[in-house]
């Protein structure tokens, strides 16, 4: 994507973290900025003996695992709240093909982002798109309480989007505000960010979070285990708890090179009966 192919209202030369993880996994709805500034991450992660799009292809199969089990467990809503640029398995199709009645809203805040989505859905029923803030989630229910019943088990998808609020107490509200809604029989889905405690890195994660300022996010933050697991207090903890996400549930798991010291940490939480 050229710069020259920005929509209205969309700065070319201020990065995306939607579309820097475009191109982490390999898309081309990107511009030059996003990925000069992905590219720093990535380099940055290689020299702390991570790997950035390794993360990236982790997460992603932990959201399309997560969705897969939901839907054989009998969930039909799902809202997927920065959901990010459309991608291959995609919610809605992983819901579908077990249960092809399940009902699925993005929320986004990206314009780019919202005109693929809504490219991509034109004509799917039961699929909607709303622009709505995860800084706003009471905002973000009411909006989608249009399309999906609150009254029954709804899946709320979190996936890599909660590490770009940098306020530990703003993101615990956003949570609780979120896990409020849940029903019993609905579910928390939750990635995000981290690193062991010994293995911190303070130089490079410093100069991580200058490139993620400079982006339209402002900033990138890194939580540990208990922090994630506090977020689902109140919920029953599917097994293996939280726990990297290349390790939830991979029937076939594969050595993941450079996740062995951080990455992304992934959980699921019911509400019980």
């Known amino acids: 994507m050229t710069d020259e192919q920005a929509p209205p209202g969309v700065d070319p030369t201020v990065p995306s973290v939607a579309r820097m993880y475009d191109y982490y996994l390999g898309g081309k709805d990107n511009f030059r900025a996003d990925r000069d500034a992905a590219e720093q991450i990535v380099r940055l992660a290689r020299d702390s003996g991570a790997d950035v799009r390794e993360m990236a292809r982790a997460n992603r199969g932990f959201l399309i695992r997560t ?48 005109t693929h989505a809504q490219a991509l859905l034109a004509g799917s029923p039961g699929t909607y798109v709303l622009d709505g803030d995860v800084r706003r989630p009471a905002d973000i229910l009411r909006d989608a309480a249009a399309h999906l019943d609150f009254g029954r088990p709804v899946a709320i998808v979190l996936a890599a989007v909660l590490h770009f609020l940098p306020d530990d107490a703003e993101v615990a509200a956003i949570v609780a505000t979120l896990r409020g809604a849940l029903v019993p029989g609905g579910h928390l889905v939750i990635s995000h960010s981290y690193v062991e405690p010994d293995e911190g890195r303070p130089e ?33 903890l599917l097994e293996p708890g939280v726990v990297p996400v290349q390790h939830w549930r991979d029937d076939a798991p594969h050595p993941a090179p450079g996740l062995d010291k951080g990455g992304v940490l992934g959980a699921v939480g019911r509400l019980r009966g």
């Open 67 to 114: 969705v897969h089990h939901l839907a054989a467990s009998g969930v039909r809503q799902f809202l997927d709240i920065g959901t990010g640029l459309p991608t291959q398995d995609n919610v809605h199709q992983v819901a579908r093909r077990v249960a092809p009645d399940a009902k699925v809203v993005y929320v986004d805040n990206d314009p780019i982002v919202l």
């Open 204 to 236: 490079r994660m410093g100069e991580a979070q200058d490139v993620y300022r400079r982006s339209a996010s402002g900033s990138i933050a890194w939580r540990d285990r208990d922090t994630v697991r506090g977020w689902l207090d109140g919920l029953e």
